[in-house]
Every structure is written in C-alpha cells, then in structure tokens.
C-alpha cells in the first residue's frame, strides 16, 4: 500500500537467498510473489502471524505497529508521515523515507501532520503519486542486508 517503485520479486528473492521464509500478508491479490500468502482479514491472525515472525517490510500501518509492539525488526517506509512522531523509538527500525532534514524531497516534508484529520492532506506536488511514495528497490536490498 502506497510503496510505489519496488520490485518485490526482487525483496522476495533476497530473503530466500538468506534462508527466510517469506510471508506475504493481507488481501491485496494484485501483488503475486513467491512467497506462502496468508490472508489475514481478522486482526488476532494478522497479530499471531507477525508475533512468529523475525522481521517485518512494509508501509507504516496497523501491521507494522504490530510488528513494532511485538518487538520485530522492522524496514518500514515512510511518505507523508514523520517516523519519530509516530514510534517513540526507531533503534529496531530502518526507515526508508525521501525525506530527510537538509534535503526534503517537496516543500511540505511530512505533510500528514499540517492539519488534524484521520485521512492527511492531498499531495501538494502529484495527488495521484505523491513523490515521497516513490522509492528505490535498492534502499530496500541495502537495508536488508544491513539490518536483517
């Protein structure tokens, strides 16, 4: 969900290669992997499937909150919402953002947070594809292999 760009065959082979196996969450059936897909609409299975894993990639979300809360180590990429406003600590977190203080990649960096709302602000710069959703797949690799 709002991850644009990233091959994830190519994610999914990677953690093969290091001898993970790898899950592949949610209901989205327009993203096929390789990977063993557990639908996990109920919330106490979605809880029970991250709790048993070793890592966790994906968006900031409910799932990853869970990974983050049952200690899991966690590549989580971040578009128009600051990371250090929603985790307390990021010492388990690699964060993946195309934001960063000395070189934003728009001129409302983490604009999630201009108003006080559930749904966040409409894209300044592109609302269909907003940049700061755009990331490389190399930034994924790189931290894998890094942090995981």
Known sequence: RNVENIILWKIT???????Y????IGKNDAIELDA?????????????????CDAFIGADSGPSHIAVATNKKCILFFGSVHPKFIHAN???I??????????PIC??????????TTTGQ???VDKEAPP?????TEDVIDAINEFI
């Open 107 to 116: 001129s409302q960096p983490y604009c999630w947070h201009n108003s006080i």
């Open 122 to 124: 409409e894209c300044v």
């Open 36 to 52: 063993i897909r557990i639908n996990t609409l109920a919330e106490p299975m979605l809880a029970y499937v991250i709790a048993g």
């Open 21 to 24: 196996l790898v899950v592949q």
């Open 94 to 103: 690699k964060v993946i953002t195309n934001h960063n203080d000395h070189q």
């Open 90 to 92: 990021l010492s388990n």
């Open 132 to 136: 700061c959703s755009k990331y490389k």
């Open 13 to 19: 082979d990677l953690l093969k290669q290091k001898g």
